[in-house]
Structure formats: structure tokens, C-alpha cells
T-cell receptor, first 118, second 115 residues
Framework: DTGVSQDPRHKITKRGQNVTFRCDPI?????LYWYRQTLGQGPEFLTY????????KSRLLSDRFSAERPKGSFSTLEIQRTEQGDSAMYLC????????????????FGEGSRLTVL | DQQVKQNSPSLSVQEGRISILNCDYT??????FLWYKKYPAEGPTFLIS?????DKNEDGRFTVFLNKSAKHLSLHIVPSQPGDSAVYFC??????????????FGTGTLLAVQP
């Protein structure tokens, strides 16, 4: 399978614990995105990497959230001191390099990591 | 503020008929519009997109229409099939500058195609 891979698919944790999600993008894609989706809402942008550089962060990404992409390949999203409001589906997406004019604008999404904070 | 809006939370159509899903946006700086389909417990999958320099794009049973003056786009599915039943998200990009391709999503429309 050469699509975007996310791990774990499901995580149940107690309030106050730390959790980490991993994303492996499509191999030739240099752009990587994290989104969060809650029930009844569309995916909300969290952060964006181009290669290893984190170029944009949403205001949704509080100080308890940190994302890394150390070698420009896989990425991790860590949530410290989880709260019940962090319960959501965390989606990773990637896209290839290239000029916008030659692309469809498509992001390729993984299956998501569902977080439940008790 | 919701820059991409899907005002119909749900839509039910009969198999074989046309499904029309609507989307409105507020920011004229968007230059790409996309439709994604999502099944429960899966990630969104890309359906079709349109550049702001076009007013129509067609791919098989799926056609997207863009009306820039009204800041409105629609997705037409003809003929609708039961397998099309899913949540459909409208998304837009172009505000990030450079080429981030960051997408801003609407809240989705649940399409149910009745056999």
C-alpha cells in the first residue's frame, strides 16, 4: 500500500495523559498536513510542513500540541496533558511538490487516528 | 468565521436521479475548489476539483460548477448510485500564499441514495 499511513488508528486515553500519533506520507510527497475533525464538522487545519520545516500553524494548535517532521519523511503529532475536548479524529495528508498550476490542489488523506479522552 | 459553508446537512435522493450538493464561500482569494467524499471511520477521498479560472469540470458521473460572482459551487452526481451514500465535503485553497495547498473545509453534507 503506497497511500498515507497513520498509526494508531484508535487511541483511548485518560485525561492528563500524553499521546503521540504518527503519519507516514506518500514517499515522493514533500508537503505534509495535520487536520482535526470533530463530529458534525469538516476537517480543521492544524499545521503544515514542507520537507522538515513547519511553515504554518493554526491557532487551534495550543501549546499542548507539538508536531515534528525531523527528516522530512514521517511526522508525529503529540498532545500533552490531554483534555476531553481533544477527542477527535486526527487526519494526516500529503501532497506532491510542483507548481499549483499543474496540480488539482488535491491532498491525499490517511485513514485517520481517532482519539478518545476519558 | 466559516469561510466555506455547506448549508444542507443532509440530502436524500432516489437511485438513478441527480444529486446536487451546494457550497458557498466568502473569500474571493480562493483559487482552487475541491470535493471530497468520506465514509465513516475513513479518511476523506478526493473526488473532483476546479480551478477558479474555469466554471465547469466534469469527470464521469461527477460535475462541479463554479459561479465566482455568486461565490458558489455545486457538485452534480448523475446518475446517483447507492454506493455514493457518504458525507461530501467542499474545500477551498489559495489563502496560504506560495503553494501550501492548505485546504479549508465546509461542514459537510450527508448524501443518502435510496435504492
Amino acid at each position: 500500500d503506497t497511500g498515507v499511513s497513520q498509526d494508531p488508528r484508535h487511541k483511548i486515553t485518560k485525561r492528563g495523559q500524553n499521546v503521540t500519533f504518527r503519519c507516514d506520507p506518500i514517499s515522493e510527497h514533500n508537503r505534509l498536513y495535520w487536520y482535526r475533525q470533530t463530529l458534525g464538522q469538516g476537517p480543521e487545519f492544524l499545521t503544515y510542513f514542507q520537507n522538515e520545516a513547519q511553515l504554518e500553524k493554526s491557532r487551534l494548535l495550543s501549546d499542548r500540541f507539538s508536531a515534528e517532521r525531523p527528516k522530512g519523511s514521517f511526522s508525529t503529532l503529540e498532545i500533552q496533558r490531554t483534555e476531553q475536548g481533544d477527542s477527535a479524529m486526527y487526519l494526516c495528508a500529503s501532497s506532491p511538490p510542483g507548481e499549483r498550476e499543474s496540480s488539482t490542489g488535491e491532498l491525499f488523506f490517511g485513514e485517520g487516528s481517532r482519539l478518545t479522552v476519558l | 468565521d466559516q469561510q466555506v459553508k455547506q448549508n444542507s446537512p443532509s440530502l436524500s435522493v432516489q437511485e438513478g436521479r441527480i444529486s446536487i450538493l451546494n457550497c458557498d464561500y466568502t473569500n474571493s482569494m480562493f483559487d482552487y475548489f475541491l470535493w471530497y467524499k468520506k465514509y465513516p471511520a475513513e479518511g476523506p477521498t478526493f473526488l473532483i476539483s476546479i480551478s477558479s479560472i474555469k466554471d465547469k469540470n466534469e469527470d464521469g458521473r461527477f460535475t462541479v460548477f463554479l459561479n465566482k460572482s455568486a461565490k458558489h459551487l455545486s457538485l452534480h452526481i448523475v446518475p446517483s448510485q447507492p454506493g455514493d451514500s457518504a458525507v461530501y465535503f467542499c474545500a477551498a485553497s489559495g489563502l496560504g500564499g506560495g503553494a501550501t495547498n492548505k485546504l479549508i473545509f465546509g461542514t459537510g453534507t450527508l448524501l443518502a441514495v435510496q435504492p
